[in-house]
């Protein structure tokens, strides 16, 4: 009896601490929704108010009239869609061939391929911006796309994925005649549906925020997304527009929103399992 109060009272206080948890995690997120409905005046207000006194509508109308929106989102998803699922299929392939086939130097070559994550993004800016003004890249969809294709992040964690799965599985499907292409496509892939979509989703959200890159290789309205368009709120002569800038974060957040919520169950998953499709 006594050991299952104890364990009634761990539990009480792991919810209490979770739910704290919670709240601190999603203040920055209501304030800036709040914020997103207040003026100007209310946004840069000391001590801060956080109910506005008139909900004001206008700021979404503003950030649409002021920004091209519709065309910052249509790149948005563009960029998003076309770096995220060419990125899975390659880093798949090269997770596979990591975990189940023997080759030489495998072990070497991975351990090569993750000295890359001790190289700061940013040391490689401007080589990768001298070889897209080479290419021509430069304000271009490929300039954005081409050098996010590749990560070595997902080629790791899928690789742990496939590690995982049983090797009778893939002896039965050499037995049977097939070949490494179809045991990866038709056997390995589907069992692992959970840990893809987990990381396809922690790259979308990469893709979708992501502002150094396209800040340096766009130059126009034609490719501008939507993390850059939103610089142009900052600064000027009338200063950091802030409740403009949460309008427009808003907006900007709401399909990550809903995409989660969409996949929530996948992502749990994925992240709980180790690749075994129960």
Same mark, same amino acid.
């Given at each position: 009896?006594k050991?299952?109060l104890?364990?009634?009272?761990?539990?009480?206080?792991?919810?209490?601490?979770?739910a *704290?948890?919670?709240?601190?995690?999603?203040?920055?997120f209501?304030?800036? *929704?709040?914020?997103?409905?207040?003026?100007?005046a209310?946004?840069?207000?000391?001590p801060?108010?956080?109910?506005?006194?008139q909900?004001?509508?206008?700021?979404?109308?503003?950030?649409?009239?002021?920004?091209?929106?519709?065309r910052? @989102?249509?790149n948005?998803v563009?960029?998003?869609?076309?770096?995220?699922?060419?990125?899975m299929?390659?880093?798949?392939?090269a997770?596979?061939a990591?975990?189940?086939?023997?080759f030489?130097?495998?072990n070497?070559?991975?351990?090569?391929?993750?000295?890359?994550f001790m190289?700061?993004?940013?040391?490689? *800016?401007?080589?990768?911006?001298?070889?897209?003004?080479k290419?021509?890249?430069?304000?271009?969809?490929?300039?954005i796309?081409?050098?996010?294709?590749?990560?070595? @992040?997902?080629?790791?964690?899928?690789?742990q994925?496939?590690?995982s799965?049983p090797?009778?599985?893939e002896d039965?499907?050499?037995i049977?005649?097939?070949?490494?292409?179809?045991?990866?496509?038709?056997?390995?892939?589907?069992?692992?549906?959970?840990?893809l979509?987990?990381i396809?989703?922690l790259n979308?959200l990469?893709a979708?925020?992501?502002?150094l890159w396209?800040?340096?290789?766009?130059g126009?309205?034609r490719?501008?997304?939507l993390?850059?368009?939103?610089?142009?709120l900052?600064?000027?002569?009338q200063?950091?527009?802030?409740?403009?800038?949460?309008?427009a974060?808003?907006l900007?957040?709401?399909p990550?929103?809903v *995409?989660y919520?969409?996949?929530?169950?996948?992502?749990i998953?994925?992240?709980?399992q180790?690749?075994i499709?129960g």
């Amino acid at each position: 009896m006594k050991k299952k109060l104890d364990l009634q009272a761990g539990n009480i206080g792991t919810y209490i601490l979770l739910a *704290l948890g919670s709240v601190v995690m999603l203040i920055p997120f209501m304030w800036m *929704l709040l914020t997103a409905f207040k003026t100007y005046a209310e946004a840069v207000k000391v001590p801060v108010v956080w109910i506005p006194a008139q909900w004001n509508f206008n700021n979404f109308k503003m950030v649409l009239g002021t920004l091209d929106f519709f065309r910052y @989102y249509q790149n948005t998803v563009f960029v998003t869609v076309t770096i995220v699922s060419i990125q899975m299929f390659m880093c798949s392939l090269a997770a596979f061939a990591f975990a189940r086939m023997k080759f030489p130097f495998r072990n070497i070559l991975f351990f090569l391929l993750l000295l890359v994550f001790m190289v700061p993004p940013q040391m490689t *800016l401007i080589p990768r911006y001298v070889l897209a003004a080479k290419f021509g890249w430069i304000d271009t969809f490929k300039g954005i796309i081409v050098p996010n294709l590749f990560s070595v @992040y997902t080629v790791f964690m899928l690789r742990q994925f496939f590690q995982s799965l049983p090797q009778e599985l893939e002896d039965a499907a050499r037995i049977d005649g097939c070949s490494f292409f179809r045991i990866y496509w038709n056997i390995m892939l589907p069992l692992i549906t959970a840990g893809l979509v987990a990381i396809g989703m922690l790259n979308v959200l990469y893709a979708w925020n992501d502002v150094l890159w396209p800040l340096i290789v766009s130059g126009s309205e034609r490719t501008r997304v939507l993390s850059v368009g939103m610089q142009t709120l900052q600064g000027g002569r009338q200063g950091t527009q802030y409740h403009l800038m949460m309008a427009a974060s808003t907006l900007v957040m709401a399909p990550m929103i809903v *995409l989660y919520l969409i996949c929530q169950r996948f992502f749990i998953a994925g992240i709980s399992q180790t690749g075994i499709k129960g």
